[in-house]
């Protein structure tokens, strides 16, 4: 399996301070979050800093890196494989883009 993309299709971009990325036929739907120091999904290259484009018109598919709101907890938005029971939930991560600096 190759590792490599093409960054082209959905390359990142900003508009009005918001991040974002092109190329999604609804980019509406494309919100980003930073991830926290939680380090709970390595294996799929999310890190602390790492941007998430997330598809807040997508649906909760078990198995899959969804996102949940969870009022009064700190952080505020997890991932999670599974349903939360106390979360809402915001979308799926379709992307993640990693910081360096």
């Known amino acids: 399996m190759s590792t490599l993309c093409d960054i082209s299709k959905h390359a990142p971009c900003s508009l009005n301070g918001i991040v974002g990325c092109n190329c999604y036929s609804n980019t509406d ?3 980003c979050f930073i991830a926290n120091g939680d380090n709970n999904f390595p294996n799929e290259g999310i890190v602390e800093k790492s941007i998430l484009f997330v598809d807040s018109g997508g649906t909760f598919e078990a198995g899959k890196l969804n996102v949940f709101e969870q009022e009064n907890h700190n952080p505020k938005f997890k ?4 349903q939360l029971s106390d979360g809402r ?3 799926r991560v379709v992307m993640c883009a990693n910081q360096y600096k």
């Not at 991932?79 to 599974?82: D, E, F, N």
Request: no cysteine; charged share 10%.
């Open 29 to 31: 739907s494309i919100i």
């Open 79 to 82: 991932i999670s494989r599974t």
């Open 89 to 91: 939930f915001i979308g």
